[in-house]
Antibody
Framework: EVQLVESGGGLVQPGGSLRLSCSAS????????MHWVRQAPGKGLEYVSA????????YYTDSVKGRFAISRDNSKNTLYLQMSSLRAEDTAVFYC?????????????WGQGTLVTVSS | EIVLTQSPATLSLSPGERATLSCRAS??????LAWFQQKPGQAPRLLIY???NRATGIPARFSGSGSGTDFTLTISSLEPEDFAVYYC?????????FGGGTKVEIK
């Protein structure tokens, strides 16, 4: 059974940093692209970032470029999102998502999400 | 950026009725479109990919159609567990984008 468990969310002040982690199990982690998708409270889904299966290719949506960094450790089956210079508008539930291909693809499994709140 | 526009925003129906949800893209996404279901407090669940293919374990009452810029998700006969928010999403271009969602509520 595929499982994705996020951690690392919490309350952070504007301008602060946070690192999210996603522990994966139930599939060959190193074979699939992984993604982060967020959802602000009461709002829709917003795509954040992607990383290819071997970590060689990454993508960021414009609003987080230069502030967020996605990475993965295939030996630990873990995905990361390092977030810095956080803003109030980054407040959201962040979902770790498995892709259906080694690069890009669809989103076939989602974690339960971790809430990031940016507030003073 | 490809904008996906979903309509209607809210659909009020009774169990057993047919639901028809629309997703329109600002430019062609070929057939690279997916549909997700999200219930309150839960993560989204993949229903349909490549416009018309049901994901693993998805009941046959869910079907998708369309290509290019116009897509439809149909739920042939609503079950109580189908009342939720539905999102379309394209993987044709970066950034991947989602529609704003259609809420299917009990009438």
């Amino acid at each position: 059974e595929v499982q994705l468990v996020e951690s690392g969310g919490g309350l952070v002040q504007p301008g602060g940093s946070l690192r999210l982690s996603c522990s994966a199990s139930g599939f060959t982690f190193s074979s699939y692209a992984m993604h982060w998708v967020r959802q602000a409270p009461g709002k829709g889904l917003e795509y954040v970032s992607a990383i290819s299966s071997n970590g060689g290719s990454t993508y960021y949506t414009d609003s987080v470029k230069g502030r967020f960094a996605i990475s993965r450790d295939n030996s630990k089956n873990t995905l990361y999102l390092q977030m810095s210079s956080l803003r109030a508008e980054d407040t959201a539930v962040f979902y770790c998502v498995k892709g259906t291909h080694s690069s890009g693809g669809y989103f076939d499994y989602w974690g339960q999400g971790t809430l990031v709140t940016v507030s003073s | 950026e490809i904008v996906l526009t979903q309509s209607p925003a809210t659909l009020s129906l009774s169990p057993g009725e047919r639901a028809t949800l629309s997703c329109r893209a600002s430019q062609s996404v070929s057939s690279y479109l997916a549909w997700f279901q999200q219930k309150p407090g839960q993560a989204p669940r993949l229903l349909i990919y490549d416009a018309s293919n049901r994901a693993t374990g998805i009941p046959a009452r869910f079907s998708g159609s369309g290509s290019g810029t116009d897509f439809t998700l149909t739920i042939s006969s609503l079950e109580p567990e189908d009342f939720a928010v539905y999102y379309c999403q394209q993987r044709s271009n970066w950034p991947r984008t989602f529609g704003g969602g259609t809420k299917v509520e009990i009438k």
